[in-house]
C-alpha cells in the first residue's frame, strides 16, 4: 500500500444541487417502471400504477337502510295516527332486515319501531311512507365505473375496504424498488463472528434493510465483500442485474484500499463524487446500466445521512410518492455551534420543554456515534453560508420523534452516572407515557444548565472543599433567584479504577505522580475532575506531573474502558464502572449524587412519579446489584 | 322475525369517558404483557420488554480514524517543518488504514497526506503528534455496558445499527397484539364470490386487517359466520382463546338480528354499549376472560371510525407506545353544517389552499359512504355541546393526508362529470407532485364557490336560456369582481338515459308525463337539472306530473345506475355514463362543459401543467374512447 494508489479529489457540491442533478437521471425515460398485479388483499401501503375503476355498485342494489317492512309507497297514502291503515303480509308488505333487498313491487321501507302487529299476517301502520325511504339506493356507496382510486397512489386500509366493496379483486401496482446492499471492507464482520481487535461489526447494512423498508423498497443484503477489486466489482454488477438500486457501503472516501469509485467509473458513470454536507461528504453517486449506484461512507452517522440525503428521495420518487418535509419546531439553541462555510452541517439535537419552551441541546458530533444519533431528537441544519449559532439563538429543528413525545421527557443535565438510565428506564416501563432524558456534562454542567432554564432537573456532586458536604452550597451560591431544592438520589463509592490484579501497583493519589503511569481524566466542570483536584491539591501532587491529566472522557463508563483496553493506567470513577469492566477498585471516597431541582418543579406529576419510582423495590433491587451505591436516603427532599 | 326480540336500549356515553373506561380495564394487573425473543435483524418496528445495555464496546479496540501511520507520540517530539525526523517500519511506525487497530506500543496515528516516503521502510514526518491524535478511543461510538435502548422502546432502523453495534444478536420484544376479526351477516359474501341481489361484498374486515397492522397488531381473519346464534358463540369463543384482542363486525347495533351483544353477555362482561359519537354509536365494548371484546357496527364509515376510537388506543396501550393526536391545521369552513346535541359528530372534508386560505369543504355524512372516506383530506369533530358550526367559521382539522399533498391539489368545486375524474388521474400520473379534487355540487354551486374563493376552478355547463349560448352570461352576471377566464373542456352530448331496447317506448321530453313513467332527477343547481327544467318549459310539460321529478341524485353515474336497476325509468345525463351502465340514449343537446378560473391563476406551474395535459394526445384518447365527447377546442382559453 502507498500512497500513490490514493484518490484525494472528491468535488464539494451543494446538497440541494445534489440531489436535483442526481434523481433528475432516474426520473423520465429511464424510470423505474415495473408494474405487477396483485390482490388487493395484499396490497396495503402499495401504489397503483393506474386509476382503478368500480366493476360493481355498492350496494348493487336497493338495499333496505333499516330493519323494518317494505311497502309500496303509493299504497300507504293516506295512513295517520287517526287512521291506521292495515297491511297484508306478501302483497302489500314483506319484512326486511337492513341490508335487504327491495324488489318490484316495493319502493319503501317502514322502520319496524313504527309498526304494530296485529297478526303473524298483518301489521298497522300510522304514518304514510315517501317513495325510496329508508332506502340505500344502487351505488350510494360505490358507483359502477366510479373512479375509486386515481394512479400514483399508495393504497391504505379504507381504500381495500372501498375496491373490495367496488368488486375489484386484483390490482396493478408498481414493484417494490428492490435495493442491493454491499457491505464491504476486510475489517468488518458479521456480529455472531468473534469479534477480536481490528475487526468491527457490520451493522450499517441492517440500519439501511430497515430503511428501505420504511420507504416502501424491498432490501437485498449481500454478503460482506473483502476489499478486493475483482471481488468487488464481481459483485456490483451482480447486484446491478438483480436489484433496481445498489448500495455500496464504506470504500467511498478517498482513502487507500477505497475501490468503489474507480470500479463504478469501470463500470458506469460517476456523476457524483463529494457532497457540500457534514456528515456525508464523500458519497459517491453514480449509474451504472442505467440504475442508480450510490457509495455510502462507513462511519454509522455518515450512512444514515447519506441514505436520507439520496436513498429516501429515490425510493419515493420510484414510488411516485411526495417526500413530505417532516415536522418542524422552534427551539432554543442551549449551547453555541460552530460550523464550517465548507459544508452543510447536520447537527444532532436532545430537546425538551422546560417551562414554555423548547430547549435544543446538541450531542456529540462526530461521525462515528451512533448513538448521538439514537439519542437524537431533532435535527439542526447549519447552512453552508453560516458559521454557526450562539447559544440563545432561535432555530427550526427537524423532529425525529412525535413532539408528544418530547412534549413528557424529565430532561436532565448534568453528572453522568448509570443509575440515571437506570430510573430513566425504570420510569418509562412503569409509565409508558413518561420518558427522561439525561445529557452529561457534569455537574458545574448540570449547574449552570439549570440557572438559564435548559433542564428539569440537575444530576450533581460537587464537595464543598471547606466542609466537605456535598452540593448545597454550590446550590447556594449559583442559583440565587429561584427556590430549589435537592432530591437526595444515591450515595456512591468514587475511587480509582484499575487494571484487573494492579499490575502497577498502585495505592492511592500519589502513584499519579509516577513516570510510568498513564492516567485518564474527566471532563473540565465534572464532579469527578473537582473531586481529583482537591485530593491532588491536599496530597499536594503537581497537575503538571500527571500524565494524561489533559486526556478527557465524558463518562465513568469511558474512563473504565480506556483502562480496561490498557491505553490508560488509571482513572477516577464510580465503582460500579469499574465492576462492569471487570476492573479492581481502589475507594477514596463516598459522595453524595443528588437531584438538584426548582422547588415548583416538585408538585409535577412526572416528578412525582420520579419519586415514586426512586423508592420502588424493584428500582432499588437493581441499584445495590450493581454495587457501590448507598440509597439510605433516596427520595428524601431538601429545600433549600 | 319478530319485535319481540329487539334490544334498543343503548347507552350514550359521551367518547373520552368511554374510552377512558374500557381501556383502564386493559391496563395494569390484566395487560397483554407476553414477551418474545427474537433477532435484532427481524427486530423492526418491534417494542423492547426491557432495556438493552450493550455487550462489547464499539469500537472494542482503539481504532484509527484516518490513512496512515501508526506512531509512538513520545518519539515523534521535535519533529518540524525545518527538521524532518525520519521513522523506521516495524519499530517505530506501521501503516495504517481507517478502521485499523491500534497496538502497544503505538499510540497515535499521523495522517498518510502528513508523511513523505523515502523508501520502501522509511517515512519523514514533518509534524510531532499528540498522543491519541486521530485515535478512535475504544468504545467511542458505543461502551460496553452503555444503555443502548430503554424498555418500551420501539425499534427504528438505527436502533438496529446500534444494537448490532454493541454485539447484540438477540432482543427481547413484546408479542405483537393478535386481533382475531370475526365477519359476521348471513348477506355478507366474499370478493370472489357472485353477487347477487341482498349480497354485500364483506370488506370491512380487510380494512381492520390493514389498521391492525399499521397500528402494530397481527390480524388474524375468520371466516364469514351467519346469523346464527350458536355459530357466532362458537366462535368468539374460539377467537377469544386464539387472540388477544377480538373484533366483531356488524351485530353490534340493536337490530332484531343482532345477536351479538347478547352472545358476548353470555360470554363475558359488556362494558358499554352505545357511544355518544356519530357515526360510529353501536359500538359494543366488552370483556370476555378478561381479553377485549369489540363490536363494531356494519356500515363501512361507522367500522373505520369504531376501530379508531377504541382498537387503536387500545393497540398502541398493548405496544407501550404513546398515541399522537396527529396533525391539526386551521380551516375555513366552506357550507353551514349542522349536528345533533345528542353526540360527538365526525365530519369528513375536502381540504384545499386557495390562495393564503385553507377551504374545508365537508363530503357526505352518510355513515354507509365509503367514498367519502377515501376522499377525506380531513376529519372535523363537532363537539356534542355544539350544534354545528356557521359557513365561513375557523374550524380545526385533523389531517388525514401529508399537508404537502393538500397544498399541491388543484381544487375544483362545480358540475361533475367523469372526465374531472379522469384529467385529474392523468395530470397526477404525469406529475406525482400534483392532485386534482373535485368536489359535486352542480354548475350554480361551482360559480357560488368561485365568488367566495373556495375552489381554483369550476366545471360548468349553464345554457343562456336567451341566446342558447354557454356559461359566459352566467359568469358576467355573477362574477363581477374579478377578472375571469373559460378554459374550454368538452362539448358533451346529453340525453335520456333509458333502459336497453326501450321496453317503455321513450321517445322525448313529453314522455316524462306519461304516468308510467318514473323520471330521476339530478339536484337543484346542477347544470343538467338547468337544461332539463329548460326543455320542460320549452316544450309546455308541467313538473307537477313528471314522476320522480324531486327524487335527486348528484351525479350522472348515480343517475344511470338507477335506471340500470329499474327503480327509474328514465334520467337525463351524458352519454358516457349511459354507455358505462349498458344503457340506450337518447341525444338531446350538445353542451360546453368549460371550466371557470380566475385569470390570475392562469400562469401558475399546476394549471398550466393541467392545460397541458387536457392536450396530451394518451388523455384525448381516453376521452374519445368514452364516447359522446367533443374534444375540438380543448385548452383554448376565453377571457372575460
Known amino acids: 500500500m502507498g500512497k500513490e494508489t490514493r484518490n484525494?479529489?472528491?468535488?464539494?457540491?451543494?446538497?440541494?444541487?445534489?440531489?436535483?442533478?442526481?434523481?433528475?437521471?432516474?426520473?423520465?425515460?429511464?424510470?423505474?417502471?415495473?408494474?405487477?398485479?396483485?390482490?388487493?388483499?395484499?396490497?396495503?401501503?402499495?401504489v397503483t400504477t393506474q386509476a382503478v375503476f368500480a366493476k360493481k355498485s355498492s350496494?348493487?342494489?336497493?338495499?333496505?337502510?333499516?330493519?323494518?317492512?317494505?311497502?309500496?309507497?303509493?299504497?300507504?297514502?293516506?295512513?295517520?295516527?287517526?287512521?291506521?291503515?292495515?297491511?297484508?303480509?306478501?302483497?302489500?308488505?314483506?319484512?326486511?332486515?337492513?341490508?335487504?333487498?327491495?324488489?318490484?313491487?316495493?319502493?319503501?321501507?317502514?322502520?319496524?319501531?313504527?309498526?304494530?302487529?296485529?297478526?303473524?299476517?298483518?301489521?298497522?301502520?300510522?304514518?304514510?311512507?315517501k317513495p325510496w325511504q329508508h332506502v340505500r339506493p344502487i351505488g350510494e356507496d360505490i358507483v359502477e365505473g366510479e373512479m375509486i382510486l386515481s394512479a400514483n397512489h399508495k393504497i391504505r386500509p379504507i381504500d381495500i375496504g372501498a375496491l373490495l366493496a367496488g368488486q375489484i379483486q386484483e390490482v396493478e401496482v408498481y414493484q417494490q424498488p428492490k435495493v442491493g446492499i454491499i457491505p464491504t471492507g476486510s475489517e468488518i464482520i458479521e456480529v455472531s463472528e468473534e469479534l477480536k481487535d481490528g475487526k468491527i461489526i457490520e451493522s450499517n447494512s441492517r440500519m439501511f434493510s430497515g430503511m428501505v423498508q420504511h420507504y416502501g423498497g424491498r432490501p437485498n443484503r449481500y454478503e460482506i465483500v473483502k476489499d478486493d477489486y475483482r471481488l468487488i466489482k464481481e459483485t456490483i454488477n451482480k447486484a446491478v442485474e438483480e436489484n433496481d438500486i445498489v448500495i455500496i457501503n464504506a470504500g467511498s472516501s478517498a482513502g487507500s484500499e477505497d475501490y468503489t469509485v474507480n470500479v463504478i467509473r469501470e463500470l458506469g458513470e460517476v456523476i457524483i463524487h463529494g457532497v457540500a454536507t457534514k456528515p456525508g461528504k464523500p458519497a459517491i453517486l453514480a449509474s451504472v446500466k442505467g440504475k442508480p449506484v450510490i457509495g455510502i461512507p462507513g462511519y454509522p452517522v455518515s450512512a444514515y445521512f447519506v441514505f436520507e440525503f439520496f436513498l429516501k428521495p429515490l425510493l419515493f420518487q420510484y414510488n411516485r410518492q411526495l417526500l413530505s418535509e417532516g415536522n418542524k419546531i422552534k427551539a432554543t439553541l442551549t449551547r453555541r455551534v460552530v460550523s464550517s462555510?465548507?459544508?452543510?452541517?447536520?447537527?444532532?439535537?436532545?430537546?425538551?420543554?422546560?417551562?414554555?419552551?423548547?430547549?435544543?441541546?446538541?450531542?456529540?458530533?462526530?461521525?462515528?456515534?451512533?448513538?448521538?444519533?439514537?439519542?437524537?431528537?431533532?435535527?439542526?441544519?447549519?447552512?453552508?453560508?453560516?458559521?454557526g449559532y450562539e447559544a440563545g439563538t432561535e432555530i427550526e429543528v427537524t423532529l425525529l420523534k412525535p413532539q408528544e413525545e418530547i412534549n413528557n421527557t424529565i430532561v436532565s443535565i448534568g453528572s453522568h452516572d448509570i443509575v440515571m438510565d437506570i430510573i430513566g428506564n425504570h420510569l418509562h416501563t412503569e409509565n409508558p407515557q413518561l420518558f427522561l432524558s439525561s445529557?452529561?456534562?457534569?455537574?458545574?454542567?448540570?449547574?449552570?444548565?439549570?440557572?438559564?432554564?435548559?433542564?428539569?432537573?440537575?444530576?450533581?456532586?460537587?464537595?464543598d472543599e471547606e466542609t466537605?458536604?456535598?452540593?448545597?452550597?454550590?446550590?447556594?451560591?449559583?442559583?440565587?433567584?429561584?427556590?430549589?431544592?435537592?432530591?437526595?438520589?444515591?450515595?456512591?463509592?468514587?475511587?480509582?479504577?484499575?487494571?484487573?490484579?494492579?499490575?502497577?501497583?498502585?495505592?492511592?493519589?500519589?502513584?499519579?505522580?509516577?513516570?510510568?503511569?498513564q492516567f485518564?481524566?474527566?471532563?473540565?466542570?465534572?464532579?469527578?475532575?473537582?473531586?481529583?483536584?482537591?485530593?491532588?491539591?491536599?496530597?499536594e501532587v503537581e497537575v503538571s506531573t500527571v500524565n494524561g491529566y489533559d486526556r478527557e472522557m465524558?463518562?465513568?463508563?469511558?474512563?473504565?474502558?480506556?483502562?480496561?483496553?490498557?491505553?490508560?493506567?488509571?482513572?477516577?470513577?464510580?465503582?460500579?464502572?469499574?465492576?462492569?469492566?471487570?476492573?479492581?477498585?481502589?475507594?477514596?471516597?463516598?459522595?453524595?449524587?443528588?437531584?438538584?431541582?426548582?422547588?415548583?418543579?416538585?408538585?409535577?406529576?412526572?416528578?412525582?412519579?420520579?419519586?415514586?419510582?426512586?423508592?420502588?423495590?424493584?428500582?432499588?433491587?437493581?441499584?445495590?446489584?450493581?454495587?457501590?451505591?448507598?440509597?439510605?436516603?433516596?427520595?428524601?427532599?431538601?429545600?433549600?
Chains 1, 2 share one sequence.
Not at 484525494?8 to 436535483?20: D, G, H, R, S, V
Not at 474512563?559 to 460500579?576: E, K, N, R
Open 341 to 387: 462555510l465548507k459544508h452543510e452541517e447536520y447537527i444532532r439535537l436532545k430537546l425538551g420543554k422546560v417551562g414554555n419552551k423548547m430547549m435544543a441541546t446538541p450531542l456529540e458530533r462526530g461521525a462515528g456515534v451512533t448513538m448521538s444519533l439514537v439519542k437524537a431528537d431533532g435535527i439542526l441544519v447549519v447552512p453552508q453560508q453560516r458559521e
Open 520 to 539: 485518564i481524566n474527566r471532563q473540565r466542570g465534572a464532579g469527578t475532575r473537582i473531586l481529583l483536584d482537591y485530593y491532588l491539591k491536599k496530597t
Open 59 to 129: 350496494p348493487s342494489y336497493n338495499a333496505a337502510a333499516m330493519d323494518g317492512i317494505a311497502v309500496i309507497a303509493e299504497k300507504t297514502y293516506g295512513a295517520m295516527e287517526s287512521n291506521p291503515l292495515s297491511l297484508k303480509l306478501g302483497k302489500e308488505f314483506k319484512f326486511i332486515n337492513t341490508g335487504g333487498c327491495l324488489k318490484d313491487p316495493f319502493d319503501a321501507v317502514i322502520m319496524i319501531e313504527d309498526i304494530v302487529e296485529i297478526d303473524d299476517a298483518t301489521v298497522e301502520i300510522y304514518n304514510a311512507a
Open 554 to 640: 465524558t463518562t465513568h463508563m469511558a474512563v473504565a474502558a480506556a483502562v480496561a483496553s490498557g491505553t490508560a493506567d488509571c482513572g477516577l470513577g464510580v465503582y460500579s464502572a469499574a465492576k462492569s469492566m471487570g476492573l479492581d477498585f481502589i475507594p477514596v471516597d463516598w459522595e453524595d449524587y443528588d437531584l438538584l431541582i426548582p422547588q415548583k418543579e416538585l408538585n409535577k406529576e412526572e416528578v412525582k412519579k420520579l419519586i415514586e419510582t426512586m423508592k420502588d423495590g424493584k428500582f432499588l433491587k437493581l441499584i445495590e446489584d450493581l454495587g457501590g451505591y448507598d440509597t439510605k436516603n433516596i427520595g428524601e427532599i431538601i429545600y433549600l
Open 8 to 46: 484525494i479529489y472528491l468535488t464539494n457540491i451543494p446538497l440541494e444541487e445534489a440531489q436535483k442533478q442526481y434523481l433528475t437521471q432516474f426520473k423520465d425515460k429511464n424510470a423505474f417502471k415495473k408494474a405487477e398485479k396483485i390482490f388487493v388483499l395484499e396490497a396495503l401501503d402499495r
Open 468 to 517: 466537605g458536604v456535598y452540593n448545597i452550597s454550590y446550590v447556594k451560591r449559583y442559583l440565587k433567584d429561584e427556590k430549589m431544592a435537592l432530591i437526595k438520589f444515591v450515595k456512591r463509592s468514587q475511587g480509582f479504577m484499575i487494571q484487573k490484579g494492579n499490575p502497577k501497583g498502585i495505592k492511592g493519589i500519589l502513584d499519579l505522580a509516577r513516570k510510568d503511569i
Open 439 to 463: 445529557a452529561h456534562v457534569g455537574s458545574m454542567g448540570g449547574i449552570m444548565a439549570m440557572k438559564k432554564g435548559e433542564c428539569h432537573l440537575a444530576p450533581i456532586h460537587l464537595m
